[in-house]
């Protein structure tokens, strides 16, 4: 038999490995940043030897998160461009909707930000996401639909805080939500009066 087709298996499950790695650092990592490399192995169903083989050590486990997270943050802002033809509070709902299905990615990557990868990387890999909410909430200050007592990065800020935060009850079984709840508060904490807040979610929803 010749080698190459021999390989090609060990390729791709060697792909299968680091994804499920991945994915289970993700999981683990959201209920323990201290969780250890080997319980991680434990919990992936590989043995330490092939972490590592992918992994050389904790950092650079991060790292690829980082580096995971910041492709989906990109690809999922892309797909939203067209957000800044639309009347600012549409798009700040749209927004908050495409974010909150890679919120346990956010989320990972703040809490991460206090462990491991340092802030300044953090802050980095967020960068697009935090830049284009800013000039959400700017738009909707200049048109009159958003409140301007804070300034729109400090606002943006806190609105990140809090849907942080929801995230977090909802992963603690505190809250049930889907996105449209968050993306409501959102548009209520921006300003907006709460029964147009909520036909402006249905709407971005629909």
């Known amino acids: 038999m010749p080698k190459p087709a021999a390989r090609e298996p060990l390729r791709s499950n060697a792909r299968s490995n680091r994804a499920r790695i991945l994915a289970t650092a993700r999981r683990e990592l959201g209920r323990d940043p201290d969780v250890t490399l080997e319980e991680l192995a434990r919990a992936a169903g590989v043995v330490r030897r ?22 989906v943050l990109k690809a999922t802002l892309e797909d939203g461009a067209h957000r800044s033809e639309e009347p600012a509070e549409r798009a700040l709902a749209r ?13 990972l990557l703040l809490s991460l930000a206090r ?27 200049r048109d009159g639909v958003f409140h301007t007592h804070l300034p729109a990065d ?3 800020a806190g609105l990140e805080a809090m849907t942080v935060a929801l995230l977090e009850q909802v992963n603690t ?14 548009l209520i904490a921006a300003g907006v009066p709460r029964e147009r807040a ?5 709407d971005a929803a629909g």
């Open 154 to 156: 400090v606002l943006s």
């Open 50 to 71: 092939t972490l590592f083989g992918h992994f050389p050590g904790r950092a650079a486990l991060l790292e690829a998160l980082a580096e995971e997270a910041s492709e």
């Open 95 to 107: 927004f908050t909707l495409s974010m909150w299905a890679v919120g346990d990615r956010y989320r």
């Open 198 to 202: 909520h036909g402006v979610v249905a």
């Open 115 to 141: 462990h491991d990868l340092g802030t300044e990387r953090v802050a980095e890999v967020l960068a697009p996401a935090r830049h284009e909410a800013t000039a959400i909430l700017e738009r909707g200050q």
């Open 173 to 186: 079984g505190a809250l049930a939500d889907d996105g449209t709840r968050t993306a409501v508060a959102m």
